[in-house]
């Protein structure tokens, strides 16, 4: 397994069969490529995970990644949000992906994270480097965000970073953290649900750029992401 395809694994939502594949997570996080330090922290995060009752498992993913926007990954949701400039982001992300032979599920989202990764896996180095690159705005966001609430998925986040052509500034984007409104109190989730409630009409979000589960289904150029 390649590390671009563990990542996206490790971050994509835990079903049960991925406790049946330790062996082959721990192995892949022992990638002789990595330095000593992150191999050890990519390592730690595996078997944490393995540790973790399933359950507990997935509901730690839902509070992580399923309240609020912030810490979405779906990439497009950190750009566009509702508006409907994501549709035609969607349409050209699949024709992208369709250019090189990967074709998606009906109900696949082309923007999330994991199943980006997993396209990505099949591609050449310098190809990597330079989507990663595209996206590494958003992802250096989540890296913050996840060190800001403690949560362990930040190691992975930075991995990315790591691979990526041209990296932000992590320290400006952890001050900017900081300073962020949280947005996955039961407070916050209550006023966006309140404030979706009454957009109707012409300005209503097209609802066939929202998720329709938790988690998709697993499975060039960059594509033109802009902060």
């Known amino acids: 397994m390649s590390l671009l395809k563990l990542i996206g694994v ?4 835990p079903d049960d069969a991925l406790w049946q594949h330790g062996d082959e997570l721990l192995a ?18 595996v078997q944490g995970l393995l540790d973790t009752d399933p359950l507990t498992a997935q509901d730690a993913w839902l509070q992580t990644f399923d309240r609020g926007r912030s810490m979405s990954l779906l990439l497009f949701e950190h750009i566009h949000g509702e508006s409907r400039d994501r549709g035609q982001a969607m349409v050209d992300l699949i024709e992208a992906y369709r250019k090189q032979g990967f074709e998606l599920a009906a109900k696949e989202l082309p923007d999330y994270l994991p ?13 990597v480097r330079d989507w990663l690159g595209h996206i590494s705005h958003i992802v250096g966001m989540l890296a913050a965000r996840a060190g800001e609430r403690g ?7 930075e ?23 949280r947005d996955d109190t039961a407070e916050a989730m209550d006023r966006l649900w309140e404030e979706e409630a009454v957009r109707f009409g012409a300005e209503a979000p097209d609802d066939s750029c929202r ?3 938790h988690r998709p289904s697993p499975s060039t150029a960059a594509p033109q992401v802009q902060p």
Do not use: C, M
């Open 151 to 157: 949560s362990p998925s930040q190691v992975l986040f």
């Open 115 to 127: 199943l980006l990764l997993e396209f990505l896996a099949q591609r050449p180095p310098a190809e």
């Open 10 to 13: 490790l971050l994509d939502y």
């Open 28 to 45: 892949a996080a022992a990638d002789p490529a990595l330095p000593a330090a992150r191999r050890k922290a990519l390592a730690g995060f």
């Open 211 to 213: 998720p329709n589960t």
């Open 159 to 181: 991995l990315l970073l790591e691979l990526a052509d041209g990296k932000p500034d992590l320290t400006v984007l952890r001050q900017r953290a900081s300073e962020e409104a």
